[in-house]
DNA sequence: ATAAAATGGACTTGCTAAGTCCACTTTTAA
DNA sequence: TTAAAAGTGGACTTAGCAAGTCCATTTTAT
């Protein structure tokens, strides 16, 4: 059981938008990043859908967040990116399962999964920025040595 | 982020056990679980070897729990069967991340990994088994068809 | 002896996440 | 007004690994 990679490049692009005051392109993000820019692309796609950030076109255009990083909580993202929100297969494909409906595991799998969520409703993108400014710093250098 | 197919029917064929007075054969428990035998054979002996379950060869052969189903928590075959015990493939692979060792993004997924672990240490095997002596009656006249 | 059981490990298959590519639109600076 | 720099959409390819198969071996009860 593990994160996709997917998600785990929208967290790291999502701080580091949340780190600038001003928009990113593609570019720098997936410059400062080191994530593949077309698959980095696709994963952008997904957040302005999903309306966690907004993009502008031409010239200095680039992605911005589309709320402060406190509204925005993991969960969101994870509903995006994980869409099998159903940790157990037998709840995608009931067939398989010879029990059926009347299944106490279920109930089991059911209770884990609530406490699965709630870990990440209860983080928000803000926790993750916040404690390194050494870090944006950082990418505010790299900013300069690409634009 | 899914559970493991492996680890399901982990669960599911562990639980028929549990239901059971007798050591109970490969084939009993894939045909009771409805889960392909020689895919069967292969998780059998992970949970021989993680010591959850014992078998005895030959003729009456077969597989029993070693200990109590109380005592079996669902964390104890999310290790055997779910490897990667980090969420995060940037766990994995450091050098990946630019950040690397000191990123805060780590301390919040800790958090959300621990709250994970939790949930699977707080479930043992008797609260899926339990509350139906339904299926235990099916399961038994199974058997019957079968030995 | 033989049939029924587990064991070990090499092998194949199939799914899907991860990543690429290209043709298109929009914007703006020169 | 045009060229370059940005995002968009979607079809496509690749690669990794979970899921599943197979076979030769060992063990044991009858």
Known sequence: MQISRSMEYAVRSL???ASSNKPLSLR???KGENIPAPYLAKIMRVLVNGKIVNSTKGRNGGYFL????????LYD????????????????NASF?????????????????????D???KVSLKEMVNK???????YE???????
Chains 1, 2 share one sequence.
């Open 97 to 117: 399962c010879p029990a059926g409906k009347n299944c106490s595991q279920k109930i089991v799998w059911f209770k884990i999964e609530k406490a699965v969520m």
């Open 66 to 73: 589309l709320s402060p990083p406190q509204k925005i909580a």
């Open 119 to 121: 870990a990440f409703k």
């Open 28 to 30: 720098q993000i997936a």
């Open 132 to 138: 390194n400014k050494l870090r944006k710093v950082k």
């Open 141 to 147: 250098r790299s900013f300069n040595q690409i634009t």
């Open 15 to 17: 701080v580091y938008l």
């Open 77 to 92: 993202l994870y509903i995006l990116f994980e869409k099998k929100e159903k940790l157990l297969p037998c709840f995608e």
